[in-house]
């Protein structure tokens, strides 16, 4: 069982382009999130999904739109990167209980210049 | 709103030592909490989680913490420190569908 994977690794990006960074996970969990670290900070909140179909924002969703088309993707895009989305990306997944694990994936490391 | 204080950035312990780190939470009702660890350019593992009941929970690798209401603290306990411990230490607190509230984090540094 893979869990959750992250594509890519790492990706360096020019100012105003979009991206999408991928997330695909293989335990059947409902629930689903992204959040980004940045130093000094920790991880915050950018948006989840409860559900395929749903999705909500978070704590810093400016700038970021997710998708959930079916259970297992939730990819997050950039519709034009700025520098300040230079940050370290990590998509999540817990069943649908609140007292269920989040399973984090291995995170997308992301520069933009 | 809820929020998450680790009130120490950086710790060092010598290999052997007990180590505990400090969690300081906000939340109006009983709070969900957990501890998640980061070894370099991995992804966050959870070590225990506490929701209810024990206020003394065991999680993974011999860590354990201690829920106290009082003082509205998470605070994480090793009683020896092994140098595969180094990683970066993150308390979090569960805000409603599991949308979670993490602290800044504590990075942990193992002396010989």
Sequence with gaps: ?113 | AQSVTQPDIHITVSEGASLELRCNYSYGATPYLFWYVQSPGQGLQLLLKYFSGDTLVQGIKGFEAEFKRSQSSFNLRKPSVHWSDAAEYFCAVGEGFQKLVFGTGTRLLVSP
Aim: net charge neutral.
């Design chain 1, 1 to 113: 069982i893979a869990g959750i994977t992250q594509a890519p690794t790492s990706q360096i990006l020019a100012a105003g382009r979009r991206m999408t960074l991928r997330c695909t996970q293989d335990m059947r969990h409902n629930a689903m999130y992204w959040y980004r670290q940045d130093l000094g900070l920790g991880l915050r909140l950018i948006h989840y999904s409860n559900t395929a179909g749903t999705t909500g924002k978070g704590e810093v969703p400016d700038g970021y739109s997710v998708s959930r088309a079916n259970t297992d993707d939730f990819p997050l895009t950039l519709a034009s990167a700025v520098p300040s989305q230079t940050s370290v990306y990590f998509c999540a997944s817990s069943d649908s209980s609140s007292t269920d694990t989040q399973y984090f994936g291995p995170g997308t490391r992301l520069t933009v210049l």
